[in-house]
């Protein structure tokens, strides 16, 4: 018997599901079938049933689900126990963000953090704050930086960041001349806004409601998955947004697009979230750590 075995034996279980498992392990639905053939073959007893609707657990399938959940919570114990003999950390990290640090922050954080730790080879994947946060779930990744906090218990965070929101409009737009009226005419304008689920749209949200404007009530005319198709679209004239300080710096010194600096003041923290289980794990535990300060 094998460690990945029962692996396999658990992802199949949850999933229900061959053709499930086996696009999650990234390999052939037999494959996924010979190994719990072997699995079965190794404990000479039947652990899942087939049947028309699906696939089960026998009573004897259930009760190796549980215990080989606890296997695997003490080997994976283990192997981060063990690697802190090792004179030099290495092995693996995914890192799953949102846009605004992975494009403008998260760099120069990898930056330092391999200067420790050469050895570490780091893998990034963007997206936006929620998908973040599930892969992170899911462990599809083993730390994720978001624009919003996790409000998961399975899920430890900290701050370790934080940004200005700006409201940006195309050159000569009419709120490039603002006024304390421009607040009670903003349902007036075309608004381009990122997708739901992004961690700016969320503080977007809290910040409008300040005053007493829901976002429902803006005229959204574009949504968009990213920071630089919302400022490029702002540049073309579709409508004004809001976005980074960090991302809309750049724009406006190349004179794309406009900052309504009496608009200044959305404030956005990014956090550093891990799952509770996997913060022993010495490679995951010295990233949390790197930001300690």
Request: aromatic share 8%.
């Amino acid at each position: 018997m094998n460690i990945r075995k029962l692996e396999t034996f658990i992802l199949l279980v949850e999933k229900q599901s061959f053709s499930e498992a086996a696009a999650r392990l990234n390999c052939s639905q037999p494959a996924v079938s010979r190994q719990m053939k072997s699995l079965e073959k190794d404990l000479n007893v039947v652990l899942i049933d087939r049947h028309a609707a699906g696939i089960s657990p026998t009573p004897a399938g259930r009760f190796l689900y549980q215990t080989a959940k606890d296997i695997l919570q003490l080997w994976h114990k283990a192997e981060a126990d063990i690697q802190r003999y090792q004179d030099t950390l290495s092995g693996n990290l995914m890192i799953g963000t949102s846009t605004i640090p992975g494009t403008y922050l998260l760099p120069r954080w990898i930056r330092s953090f391999r200067t420790l730790y050469p050895h570490v080879a780091v893998s990034i994947e963007i997206g936006d704050s929620k998908q973040m946060i599930e892969k992170l779930q899911n462990e599809q990744v083993d730390v994720a930086i978001v624009g919003a906090e996790p409000a998961e218990d399975t899920v430890l965070s900290k701050a370790i960041a934080s940004d200005t929101l700006v409201v940006i409009a195309p050159n000569e737009h009419p709120l490039c001349e603002f006024t304390k009226e421009s607040w009670n005419r903003l349902q007036e304008y075309d608004f381009v806004l990122r997708e739901e689920g992004s961690g700016t749209r969320k503080v977007m949200e809290r910040y409008l409601q300040q005053h007493d404007i829901s976002l429902s009530q803006l005229r959204a005319v574009l949504h968009v998955g990213s920071t630089e198709a919302l400022i490029a679209a702002v540049e073309e004239g579709v409508g004004i947004s809001v976005v980074s300080n960090l991302a809309a710096i750049p724009a406006a010194k190349a004179e794309r697009i406009k900052i309504i600096d009496e608009f200044a003041g959305f404030e956005r923290t990014f956090y550093l979230a891990a799952l509770r289980k996997k913060e022993s794990n010495p490679i995951i535990k010295e990233f949390l750590a790197h930001f300690q300060e």
